[in-house]
């Protein structure tokens, strides 16, 4: 990439203004060299081209000033979840069935037009489930509300992927996973994830590696983040990367989402022939829940499985000396350690901190007292003691 190309994608990056913005991403991808290498980074420019440019022209047709039609909602709860589905699938009753929400059911095609948000309650915790406008084919191009439900599947920690069991369901879950691929939304893990972080001015730049580096080192990896201007933050490079993947999340391109599949409309006729089509096809690569949003059959297993799909835990704390923790648990991916339930509590936390102690039924022995590189499971009970 020259020099002016990655210095007018930090011009790009610190643009507010949507007219702005657009005019600069205009101009670093004028900048780009073609080849092969570059493929992917301008598809995801011109992908969110396309974007400013809906959002600009929505903001002029509707007159709404400067609050636009609402792409992203603020996230809730334990974890944000985007239900997503082609129309007529039963989104709107899922949602009405096992949340709080009062959405519009209609025999109407496409009447959901505006994210609807609803709150899922599991053992302790919350879920916040989004149902988004529908999929249609050419969706990933801006057809109807394509761009605005990608937006709001890319933004999410997991999505709901709604099957209606009435219908061909093979051909239902090719047309959304083809229209989730253009726009690098991804349901098979990855090689690598890749997780850039950026920090306030002078935090400095920390990367760290939990797998290999592929046909780079190190150094590499430190070179291409500082040409793209990302000399202050946090790089987790999981997995086996390339340079390539790792070019590739600094422009956030590609995203891997936790997936789920309900399969509704259990009870209609033929449904059973067809779940066992669909599981042959998924092939256990994604979990699938039949239900029924009529008879509510499976309904209850939701909660549960989306639990396990988004590798989320429950860390509950405690104050040295008192006897009883708090049943608010701190939610943290799995793999999270000591030091990053520290983080959650209080940034600072980390720098005082002395030690902890843990109740686990894993453990030999309750409480254990642990560094900040002990790795926490669900449902730990954690105690910290700072200097």
């Given at each position: 990439?020259?020099?002016?190309?990655?210095?007018?994608?930090?011009?790009?990056e610190?643009?507010?203004?949507?007219g702005?913005?657009l005019?600069?991403?205009?101009?670093?991808?004028?900048?780009?060299?073609?080849h092969?290498?570059?493929?992917?980074l301008?598809a995801?420019?011109?992908?969110q081209?396309?974007?400013?440019?809906?959002?600009?022209?929505?903001?002029?047709r509707?007159?709404?000033g400067?609050?636009?039609p609402?792409?992203?909602?603020?996230k809730?709860?334990?974890?944000?979840?985007?239900?997503?589905g082609?129309?007529?699938?039963g989104?709107?009753s899922?949602?009405?069935?096992?949340?709080?929400?009062?959405t519009?059911?209609?025999?109407?095609?496409?009447?959901?037009?505006q994210?609807?948000?609803g709150?899922?309650?599991y053992?302790?915790?919350?879920?916040?489930?989004?149902?988004?406008?529908?999929l249609?084919?050419?969706s990933s191009?801006?057809r109807?509300?394509?761009?605005?439900?990608?937006?709001i599947?890319?933004n999410?920690?997991?999505i709901?992927?709604?099957?209606?069991?009435?219908?061909?369901p093979?051909e239902?879950?090719?047309?959304?996973s083809?229209?989730?691929e253009k726009?690098?939304?991804?349901?098979?893990?990855?090689?690598?994830?890749?997780e850039?972080?950026?920090?306030?001015?002078?935090?400095?730049l920390?990367i760290t590696?939990i797998?290999?580096?592929?046909?780079c080192?190190?150094k590499?990896?430190?070179e291409?983040?500082k040409?793209?201007?990302?000399?202050?933050?946090?790089?987790?490079?999981?997995?086996?990367?390339t340079?390539?993947?790792?070019e590739?999340?600094?422009?956030?391109?590609?995203?891997?989402?936790?997936?789920?599949v309900?399969?509704?409309?259990?009870d209609?006729?033929?449904?059973r022939a067809?779940?066992r089509?669909?599981?042959?096809?998924?092939?256990?690569?994604?979990?699938?829940?039949?239900?029924?949003?009529?008879?509510?059959?499976?309904l209850d297993?939701?909660?549960?499985?989306?639990?396990?799909?988004?590798?989320?835990?429950?860390?509950?704390?405690?104050?040295?000396?008192?006897?009883?923790?708090s049943?608010?648990p701190f939610?943290l991916k799995?793999?999270?350690?000591?030091r990053?339930?520290?983080?959650?509590?209080?940034?600072?936390?980390?720098?005082?901190?002395?030690?902890a102690k843990?109740?686990?039924?894993?453990l030999?022995?309750?409480?254990?007292?642990?560094?900040?590189?002990?790795?926490?499971?669900?449902?730990?009970?954690?105690?910290?003691?700072?200097?």
């Open positions: 990439m020259p020099p002016e190309a990655k210095n007018k994608w930090e011009e790009c610190a643009a507010t203004n949507p702005e913005k005019r600069l991403l205009q101009e670093f991808l004028s900048l780009v060299p073609r092969h290498g570059t493929t992917r301008e995801q420019v011109k992908k081209i396309r974007i400013l440019r809906k959002d600009i022209e929505d903001r002029k509707k007159k709404v400067k609050t636009g609402k792409i992203f909602l603020q809730e709860g334990a974890a944000q979840i985007a239900l997503i082609l129309t007529k699938s989104k709107s899922l949602l009405t069935a096992v949340t709080n929400a009062k519009e059911v209609s025999p109407d095609l496409y009447t959901t037009r994210p609807v948000p709150i899922l309650p053992k302790d915790i919350q879920f916040q489930i989004i149902e988004a406008p529908a249609m084919e050419g191009h801006g109807a509300w394509g761009l605005q439900t990608l937006g599947a890319r999410a920690d997991g709901i992927i709604m099957i209606d069991l009435s219908q061909d093979i239902q879950l090719s047309l959304i083809n229209e989730m726009a690098r939304i991804l349901f098979n893990k990855p090689n690598a994830r890749v850039v972080e950026r920090r306030h001015m002078g935090a400095g920390r590696v797998g290999r580096l592929v046909n080192t190190y590499d990896v430190e291409l983040l040409n793209y201007r990302v000399s202050d933050g946090v790089v987790k490079i999981i997995g086996e990367a340079l390539e993947e790792i590739d999340a600094i422009f956030e391109s590609t995203v891997y989402k936790a997936v789920i309900v399969a509704n409309k259990i209609a006729s033929g449904a067809r779940l089509t669909l599981e042959a096809y998924v092939a256990g690569k994604l979990p699938i829940v039949a239900v029924s949003c009529t008879s509510r059959q499976g297993k939701l909660g549960g499985i989306l639990f396990g799909t988004v590798e989320i835990m429950r860390i509950y704390t405690k104050e040295p000396n008192e006897r009883e923790y049943k608010k939610i799995k793999g999270a350690t000591v990053d339930l520290a983080k959650s509590i209080h940034t600072d936390l980390s720098k005082k901190f002395a030690f843990v109740w686990a039924k894993r030999a022995f309750s409480p254990q007292k642990v560094g900040t590189a002990f790795v926490l499971n669900d449902g730990d009970i954690v105690e910290i003691h700072v200097k």
